[in-house]
Antibody, heavy 116, light 109 residues
Framework: VQLVQSGAEMKKPGSSVKVSCKAF????????FGWVRQAPGQSLEWVGR????????TYAQKFQGRVTITADRSTTTIFLEIGGLRSDDTAVYYC??????????WGQGTQVTVSS | EIVLTQSPDTLSLSPGDRATLSCRAS???????LGWYQQTPGQAPRLLIY???SRAAGVPARFSGSGSGTDFTLTISRLEPEDFAVYYC??????????FGQGTRLDIK
């Protein structure tokens, strides 16, 4: 599987952003995908995951209610939508395929910048 | 939530040296659900080790993982120039899903 993400986004505080991640290769319908973010100079932070066949999602507690992960099986694409953007949401957002309880492979990352 | 603490924060070594990176968990990691990732500047992380000691596909044999419970180690037996990067450990639990360590930067001395 190869994961290709959408391009960089510049957003105002309080707005929303939707980032996409297209999966090339087989096994989309039997895989789980997740999102991880990395703020500038910081470590990695798990955001949430989705199992496309079941449309089952799980979110990290700090993102619940503000983040939505969806999947479009017809285009083998995963989406991450974040509402109520704040400056501390500025980060690179990565999608990744879950392999057991780990992530492999990863998309190339999408820079989201929140600034007035 | 299990907190992972990596040490040292920065490790300065030369090509050909042996590198030993540590990851300590605040609670026991069940079923050795502990992995290691490598990240070079401007790139996405890459899975190196999963389940504490299994190498991911395509990872050179100089990388090895060990440990159990709360103490885990990533060893690079003989450093190559491309190994100088940041390394993260990651654990999984059903309650809090995935958490990552703060990272160890491996610099050229």
């Amino acid at each position: 599987v190869q994961l290709v993400q959408s391009g960089a986004e510049m957003k105002k505080p309080g707005s929303s952003v939707k980032v996409s991640c297209k999966a090339f290769g087989d096994r989309f319908t039997s895989s789980t995908f997740g999102w991880v973010r990395q703020a500038p100079g910081q470590s990695l932070e798990w955001v949430g995951r989705i199992n496309p066949p079941l449309n089952f999602t799980t979110y990290a507690q700090k993102f619940q209610g503000r983040v939505t992960i969806t999947a479009d099986r017809s285009t083998t694409t995963i989406f991450l939508e974040i509402g109520g953007l704040r400056s501390d949401d500025t980060a690179v957002y990565y999608c990744a395929k879950r392999r057991g309880n780990f992530f492999d492979p990863w998309g190339q990352g999408t820079q989201v910048t929140v600034s007035s | 939530e299990i907190v992972l603490t990596q040490s040292p924060d920065t490790l300065s070594l030369s090509p050909g040296d042996r590198a030993t990176l540590s990851c300590r968990a605040s609670q026991s990691v069940i079923n050795n659900f502990l992995g290691w990732y490598q990240q070079t500047p401007g790139q996405a992380p890459r899975l190196l080790i999963y389940a504490a000691s299994s190498r991911a596909a395509g990872v050179p044999a100089r990388f090895s993982g060990s440990g159990s419970g709360t103490d885990f180690t990533l060893t690079i037996s003989r450093l190559e120039p491309e190994d100088f990067a940041v390394y993260y450990c990651q654990q999984y639990t059903a309650v809090s899903e995935m958490t990552f360590g703060q990272g160890t930067r491996l610099d050229i001395k």
